[in-house]
């Protein structure tokens, strides 16, 4: 089942920092969803350990996180393959971050698969999980971005 999500995000901080939390692996474990590990395997490859869940349908996934076409500070483009008992999701968001009187704006163009019992339970309930995913990860990046 195809998913697609788009998002712009406000951050109070400079482009270069924000684009140097966003390719941090210790701030990328602590703003999204459910990373339980999220080890270095080379310079832009991770091995990642998610405990998530969709509407009824709780999980473990296991998988790997891809930084590619990365132009700092600027833009990248973050790649996830992953498999657990519901099922699997690959996808890839790229992230582009534009310069703002305020700080940055990032904005986030997501497109993704998923299968198994997760397409199972719908369309519906996997664009608005994915959606509210997405948010809280920004949400958490910019919490963390005010901490620094």
């Known amino acids: ?84 008992g519901p099922g699997f999701v690959r996808g890839a968001a790229r992230i582009r971050l534009d310069a703002r009187e305020a700080g940055t704006e990032a904005i986030c163009e997501a497109e993704g698969q998923v299968g198994g019992l997760l397409a199972a339970v719908g369309s519906r309930l996997i664009g608005a999980a994915g959606r509210t995913l997405m948010d809280r990860f920004f949400e958490r990046l910019s919490a963390e971005l005010q901490r620094a």
């Open 1 to 84: 089942m195809p998913l697609q999500l788009t998002g712009s995000y406000q951050l109070a901080a400079p482009r270069e920092r924000v684009f140097a939390a966003l390719v941090d692996p210790d701030v990328l474990q602590r703003c999204i969803e459910g990373a339980e590990r999220l080890v270095r395997t080379a310079d832009d490859d991770y091995d990642v350990h998610l405990k998530i869940g969709v509407g009824p349908l709780k999980g473990s996934y296991v998988g790997k996180v891809r930084l590619t076409n990365r132009q700092p500070p600027e833009r990248f483009t973050l790649e996830l393959d992953g498999k657990g």
